[in-house]
Structure formats: C-alpha cells, structure tokens
C-alpha cells in the first residue's frame, strides 16, 4: 500500500506564519469537512473526511506559532499543553471546535 501524499505542501520559515495563514485559507477550499490535525515535532497536517490532507512542513508543536495555526482550523487542544513533548510520533486533535452558545451572556 503506498503512502498517501498531501495534496499541498508549504515550507514554514521562522517568522512567516502569515504564509501559513494564507496557506491554510486557499487550500481550504480543496478538502471537505476538516476532521483532524496531526501535529509532529517539524510538521503539521490537517485531515479532512476523506483522510485527504495538506502539510506544512517546518512547523511543530514546539514552535509558538503553531497555537495561531490550530485556532485558524478550530483544533481542540490545550493550550497550555501543546508545546510539551510526548512519547508518540505526533500529537493528534479532532478539529470543529465551537464557540458555546450564549456563552458571553450576563445573568
């Protein structure tokens, strides 16, 4: 069975996560529903249901720009948890996260 390559790839430069914020809004439009990040030590992949993917490549989760990338595809994660290490490959996130309804309301 080959491995599955993503769909589009793009080469993170320290400092250039407006490229990976236009990234993430173009190619948006080539995959369905999202699903889920993985997020490895030196890249970042975002699945949809289809398990058709995009990479960016050079962003882990060790970088601090990695939270901005996660917020712009509704990952649910834990802040201040990301940028710790872990024994597996990658951590993964299911992505849709939503904002609670009525949530800024006062009482």
């Given at each position: 069975?080959?491995t599955?390559q993503?769909?589009?790839?793009?080469?993170?430069?320290?400092?250039g996560?407006e490229?990976?914020?236009?990234?993430?809004?173009?190619?948006?439009?080539?995959?369905?529903?999202?699903?889920?990040?993985?997020?490895?030590?030196?890249?970042?992949?975002?699945?949809?249901v289809?398990?058709?993917?995009?990479?960016?490549?050079?962003?882990?989760?060790?970088?601090?720009?990695?939270?901005?990338?996660?917020?712009?595809?509704?990952a649910?994660?834990?802040?201040?948890?990301?940028?710790?290490?872990?024994?597996?490959?990658?951590?993964?996130?299911?992505?849709?996260?939503?904002?609670?309804?009525?949530?800024?309301?006062?009482?």
């Amino acid at each position: 069975m080959a491995t599955p390559q993503p769909r589009a790839t793009l080469k993170y430069q320290t400092g250039g996560i407006e490229q990976v914020l236009q990234f993430l809004k173009r190619t948006r439009s080539e995959l369905r529903e999202l699903r889920m990040v993985r997020v490895w030590q030196d890249r970042l992949q975002v699945f949809d249901v289809n398990q058709d993917f995009f990479e960016i490549q050079g962003l882990g989760y060790q970088d601090t720009e990695v939270v901005t990338a996660l917020d712009v595809v509704a990952a649910a994660y834990k802040r201040e948890q990301i940028h710790e290490e872990v024994q597996q490959e990658y951590k993964e996130f299911k992505t849709g996260r939503r904002y609670p309804w009525a949530a800024d309301r006062v009482m």
